[in-house]
């Protein structure tokens, strides 16, 4: 049977045979180990984390724990063919297996914890495998029923990650580099095989999409055809190191890399020949049920799309009832909250210039902005960690589909430093008054914040992450800026901030407009800008994105919401011991898990808080 023969069927059909058809040679050494004692748990998750780090050796080298022993990691890339998706599959049975099988009993909070984000993540992914077609994030937040779309896949993935993960201090580094761009072909036909199949079911991407992915793809194409950034990459970070590397990375890029492309590239235009417009995974095999698994992994919990469009609904009410009275007091009195905000939103002097001066602006006020918050910082946290940052603009070929900015932490040892990546594709993606609660969001003290303290926790803690805390914390850390005083006299940042907010609000709406009520793009595109005030050329990629990743953008609220009710439980609870260093601490010291045992970490809080 060739790679080529191997169906998302058999995938499912192998895995279910159990592990020991998967296993990597490599396991006969690394493993996973079943000791079922109290002091067997800490040795076993950390075998299930090294196994997931073979499948997927960037991440060892974003966390900068290929070294020593796992030094092989570094010259390798995950498989994104069937079969890799099967060990996968076989690795995360096998461990869910071994996890129920420890007595709980005698462990201690924080090991339990670990064991309940187990079992959480591996179920939940081990339900997504069951799906005919998708990308399943095993402890991450990209799902998507897309292998290969404008912002999903190794033709952006691995570029990116070689340029700005993967280290080149020495000979041994570059000759990595080359042999990771040696397999990235391998790579990139492995997703094809998978694209075809879901071509073959019917499970094609909508058309609006598949036209951004083609053109994308044609730049990344022809860039690699004439031996562009993969080559540059790695001549740019050379020139101490002897060797041959502008050629033998030309020679791969040119011709393997560049033809594996080609492929991907001519499968996309067939399936742009077919494709529909219609934008929500509804209209896909099996949409609805892919829909309720997606919300499902994205929030944490088992909310229907109809609870959670109304939620959406109700609290949008709530933040457009706190910007009106603002807005009123500047002079906006006449028309809707997102009328008004629109109207703020043409105001010149909140607008960037549209070149490399008007980028480099955004990026200094987003580097002020940081600067500012971790002078506040000791007041909201009792444990301070590093906050190992720097502010990059995203890959030319990347920002068409992509969102305004994202962020994470870097790698444990603190030598890849965080990143918060920012879209500067146009200017107009972003105001002055928008920056900050970014800032915060992506950095600090969000997700490059709380990433470094979950770099703190064992090393399955620091690979398994669930949307809704994730992204939820980063809400969270926007709330934070606005408390810690970063819009003090400054009512239009506050504006900044609260439309912030309420534009994950309206993600709940979209979301679940999308892909459970039938919206259309334009509509969607249309009811977002209207309702939040926010441009088109904003809210237009995003609608884009929830349609390439159906509910994970309800995750962001959805998990806010339910860090602000444990902070307002724990303060009702402790009365005048409360305190929010300790609190704040309780939350993102306890690691990135599911909503549920955020709610029992909390817990344990209000019954032992610290003594003061």
Same mark, same amino acid.
């Given at each position: 049977m060739t790679s080529l023969d191997f169906s998302r069927r058999d995938?499912?059909?192998?895995?279910?045979?159990?592990?020991?058809?998967?296993?990597?040679?490599?396991?006969?050494?690394?493993?996973?180990?079943?000791?079922?004692?109290?002091?067997?748990?800490? =040795?076993?998750?950390?075998?299930?984390?090294?196994?997931?780090?073979? /499948? %997927?050796? $960037?991440?060892? @080298? *974003? &966390?900068? +724990?290929?070294?020593?022993?796992?030094?092989?990691?570094?010259?390798?890339?995950?498989?994104?063919?069937?079969?890799?998706?099967?060990?996968?599959?076989?690795?995360?049975?096998? =461990?869910?297996?071994?996890?129920?099988?420890?007595?709980?009993?005698? /462990? %201690?909070? $924080?090991?339990? @914890? *670990? &064991?309940? +984000?187990?079992?959480?993540?591996?179920?939940?992914?081990?339900?997504?495998?069951?799906?005919?077609?998708?990308?399943?994030?095993?402890?991450?937040?990209?799902?998507?029923?897309?292998?290969?779309?404008?912002?999903?896949?190794?033709?952006?993935?691995?570029?990116?990650?070689?340029?700005?993960?993967?280290?080149?201090?020495?000979?041994?580094?570059?000759?990595?580099?080359l042999a990771r761009l040696a397999v990235f072909p391998a790579q990139l036909d492995g997703e094809l095989v998978r694209l075809k199949a879901a071509g073959?079911?019917?499970?094609?991407?909508?058309?609006?999409?598949?036209?951004?992915?083609?053109?994308?793809?044609?730049?990344?194409?022809?860039?690699?055809?004439?031996?562009?950034?993969?080559?540059?990459?790695?001549?740019?970070?050379?020139?101490?190191?002897?060797?041959?590397?502008?050629?033998?990375?030309?020679?791969?890029?040119?011709?393997?890399?560049?033809?594996?492309?080609?492929?991907?590239?001519?499968?996309?235009?067939?399936?742009?020949?077919?494709?529909?417009?219609?934008?929500?995974?509804?209209?896909?095999?099996?949409?609805?049920?892919?829909?309720?698994?997606?919300?499902?992994?994205?929030?944490?919990?088992?909310?229907?799309?109809?609870?959670?469009?109304?939620?959406?609904?109700?609290?949008?009410?709530?933040?457009?009832?706190?910007?009106?009275?603002?807005?009123?007091?500047?002079?906006?009195?006449?028309?809707?909250?997102?009328?008004?905000?629109?109207?703020?939103?043409?105001?010149?002097?909140?607008?960037?210039?549209?070149?490399?001066?008007?980028?480099?602006?955004?990026?200094?006020?987003?580097?002020?902005?940081?600067?500012?918050?971790?002078?506040?910082?000791?007041q909201a946290f009792r444990t301070l960690v590093r906050g190992n940052l720097e502010i990059r603009r995203l890959p030319a070929a990347e920002e068409p589909g992509a969102p305004g900015a994202y962020g994470g932490a870097g790698s444990i040892d603190g030598t890849v430093p965080g990143k918060i990546w920012i879209n500067l594709g146009s200017t107009d993606l972003h105001s002055r008054y928008s920056l900050p609660t970014l800032a915060f969001h992506e950095g600090i003290p969000g997700h490059v914040w709380q990433g470094e303290y979950a770099n703190r926790l064992p090393l399955i803690r620091t690979l398994l992450a669930f949307n809704a805390y994730s992204e939820g914390w980063a809400l969270y850390a926007e709330t934070l800026g606005d408390e810690l005083g970063a819009y003090d006299g400054d009512p239009v940042g506050q504006l900044g901030y609260l439309q912030s907010i309420a534009f994950r609000a309206c993600r709940l709406v979209v979301d679940t407009g999308l892909h459970a009520k039938r919206w259309t793009r334009e509509q969607a595109v249309d009811w977002f800008s209207k309702t939040n005030g926010s441009s088109v050329a904003e809210v237009a990629p995003e609608v884009d994105r929830y349609c390439s990743w159906p509910g994970q953008a309800c995750g962001y609220k959805m998990g806010h919401s339910e860090i602000l009710a444990q902070r307002e439980r724990a303060r009702t609870a402790l009365g005048a011991r409360f305190d929010l260093r300790d609190f704040n601490d309780a939350v993102v010291g306890g690691g990135n898990v599911p909503l549920d045992v955020l709610a029992q970490n909390v817990s344990r809080y209000i019954a032992a808080p610290p003594a003061r």
């Amino acid at each position: 049977m060739t790679s080529l023969d191997f169906s998302r069927r058999d995938l499912l059909r192998m895995a279910g045979l159990g592990s020991a058809a998967f296993l990597l040679p490599s396991c006969t050494t690394s493993g996973l180990r079943h000791d079922f004692t109290a002091s067997g748990v800490d =040795a076993f998750l950390d075998s299930v984390a090294w196994r997931l780090l073979e /499948l %997927s050796p $960037e991440g060892a @080298t *974003s &966390l900068g +724990v290929d070294t020593g022993a796992h030094a092989a990691l570094r010259s390798r890339l995950g498989d994104r063919s069937p079969r890799g998706q099967a060990q996968v599959a076989s690795v995360l049975r096998e =461990a869910l297996q071994a996890a129920r099988r420890f007595d709980t009993a005698p /462990l %201690s909070a $924080e090991t339990r @914890t *670990s &064991l309940a +984000v187990v079992e959480s993540a591996f179920s939940t992914a081990l339900d997504g495998f069951a799906l005919p077609y998708g990308d399943v994030a095993v402890g991450g937040w990209r799902n998507t029923p897309y292998v290969v779309i404008q912002n999903v896949g190794g033709y952006l993935d691995t570029p990116r990650f070689l340029d700005g993960d993967h280290p080149v201090h020495d000979a041994a580094d570059a000759e990595a580099y080359l042999a990771r761009l040696a397999v990235f072909p391998a790579q990139l036909d492995g997703e094809l095989v998978r694209l075809k199949a879901a071509g073959r079911m019917g499970a094609i991407a909508p058309s609006f999409l598949l036209d951004k992915a083609i053109r994308q793809m044609t730049q990344t194409q022809a860039d690699a055809a004439a031996g562009g950034d993969l080559v540059q990459s790695l001549v740019r970070r050379t020139t101490t190191i002897p060797g041959d590397w502008a050629r033998r990375a030309t020679a791969t890029v040119t011709g393997p890399v560049a033809a594996a492309l080609a492929r991907q590239l001519d499968e996309l235009k067939a399936q742009r020949a077919r494709a529909s417009d219609d934008a929500g995974i509804w209209a896909r095999p099996r949409g609805e049920e892919w829909y309720a698994w997606g919300l499902r992994a994205s929030t944490t919990t088992r909310r229907s799309p109809d609870e959670v469009h109304q939620i959406g609904l109700d609290q949008l009410a709530q933040l457009h009832a706190r910007m009106d009275p603002i807005l009123r007091k500047l002079g906006y009195t006449s028309g809707t909250v997102g009328e008004r905000m629109t109207a703020l939103g043409t105001d010149k002097r909140f607008h960037f210039s549209n070149d490399d001066k008007g980028r480099a602006e955004i990026i200094a006020l987003m580097q002020a902005k940081i600067d500012f918050i971790r002078g506040k910082l000791p007041q909201a946290f009792r444990t301070l960690v590093r906050g190992n940052l720097e502010i990059r603009r995203l890959p030319a070929a990347e920002e068409p589909g992509a969102p305004g900015a994202y962020g994470g932490a870097g790698s444990i040892d603190g030598t890849v430093p965080g990143k918060i990546w920012i879209n500067l594709g146009s200017t107009d993606l972003h105001s002055r008054y928008s920056l900050p609660t970014l800032a915060f969001h992506e950095g600090i003290p969000g997700h490059v914040w709380q990433g470094e303290y979950a770099n703190r926790l064992p090393l399955i803690r620091t690979l398994l992450a669930f949307n809704a805390y994730s992204e939820g914390w980063a809400l969270y850390a926007e709330t934070l800026g606005d408390e810690l005083g970063a819009y003090d006299g400054d009512p239009v940042g506050q504006l900044g901030y609260l439309q912030s907010i309420a534009f994950r609000a309206c993600r709940l709406v979209v979301d679940t407009g999308l892909h459970a009520k039938r919206w259309t793009r334009e509509q969607a595109v249309d009811w977002f800008s209207k309702t939040n005030g926010s441009s088109v050329a904003e809210v237009a990629p995003e609608v884009d994105r929830y349609c390439s990743w159906p509910g994970q953008a309800c995750g962001y609220k959805m998990g806010h919401s339910e860090i602000l009710a444990q902070r307002e439980r724990a303060r009702t609870a402790l009365g005048a011991r409360f305190d929010l260093r300790d609190f704040n601490d309780a939350v993102v010291g306890g690691g990135n898990v599911p909503l549920d045992v955020l709610a029992q970490n909390v817990s344990r809080y209000i019954a032992a808080p610290p003594a003061r």
